[in-house]
T-cell receptor, first 113, second 113 residues
Framework: EDKVVQSPLSLVVHEGDTVTLNCSYE??????LLWYKQEKKAPTFLFML????IEKKSGRLSSILDKKELFSILNITATQTGDSAVYLC?????????????FGKGTRLHILP | NAGVTQTPKFQVLKTGQSMTLQCAQD?????MYWYRQDPGMGLRLIYY???????DKGEVPNGYNVSRLNKREFSLRLESAAPSQTSVYFC????????????FGDGTRLSIL
């Protein structure tokens, strides 16, 4: 059965700290891994990773994929209170008519001022 | 830019009532999806549609029906609402050209009494 497991499920840190969020997966016909940030409403797209070892970076956020060990990490440096959100990891697997997208349960991150 | 539009934003139903959640996208995307999100459960796929006129079951289809009447619109119907269907429902769409992430609507918060 395809699955995506995120850890930790919740995390509380102080502003300025660096955090690492983890995502491991088991899927057949892997196509890509995606990270989303969800505040009060819709998830917003952060990164799509398809190749091992290539870091994607956007400001203080970065992510990398290891296709051999089947995991990805999302790093946030110099955290700010605006980074408080649920971070969702999703894995896309090739299907017959369309790709299947499986979400993890998310990591709830809270940044204390 | 409207993106993905869901209506209504909130709804309260009594057990046994029926209703249809509407979703429309203006990005000319082929694929559309319906998810439900429950506390601590991440996003779970209910149904998806790879193209106009086709629909497929996702992870949790029981108790729901869908219609993809045209390329823009993908509706989700609850024929006889049950308290277990209390959830936040998200619609998403995606282009199948290249490897593109999903775009999400703002969600419909549904409560079944």
């Amino acid at each position: 059965e395809d699955k995506v497991v995120q850890s930790p499920l919740s995390l509380v840190v102080h502003e300025g700290d660096t955090v690492t969020l983890n995502c491991s997966y088991e899927v057949t016909n892997f196509r890509s891994l995606l990270w989303y940030k969800q505040e009060k409403k819709a998830p917003t797209f952060l990164f799509m990773l398809t190749s091992s070892g290539i870091e994607k970076k956007s400001g203080r956020l970065s992510s990398i994929l290891d296709k051999k060990e089947l995991f990805s990490i999302l790093n946030i440096t110099a955290t700010q209170t605006g980074d408080s959100a649920v971070y969702l990891c999703a894995v896309e697997a090739r299907g017959v008519r369309d790709d299947k997208i499986i979400f993890g349960k998310g990591t709830r991150l809270h940044i204390l001022p | 830019n409207a993106g993905v539009t869901q209506t209504p934003k909130f709804q309260v139903l009594k057990t046994g009532q029926s209703m249809t959640l509407q979703c429309a996208q203006d990005m000319n995307h082929n694929s559309m999806y319906w998810y439900r999100q429950d506390p601590g459960m991440g996003l779970r796929l209910i149904y998806y549609s790879a193209s106009e006129g086709t629909t497929d079951k996702g992870e949790v289809p029981n108790g729901y029906n869908v219609s993809r009447l045209n390329k823009r619109e993908f509706s989700l119907r609850l024929e006889s609402a049950a308290p277990s269907q209390t959830s936040v429902y998200f619609c998403a769409s995606r282009s199948r050209r290249g490897n593109q992430p999903q775009h999400f609507g703002d969600g419909t918060r549904l409560s079944i009494l």
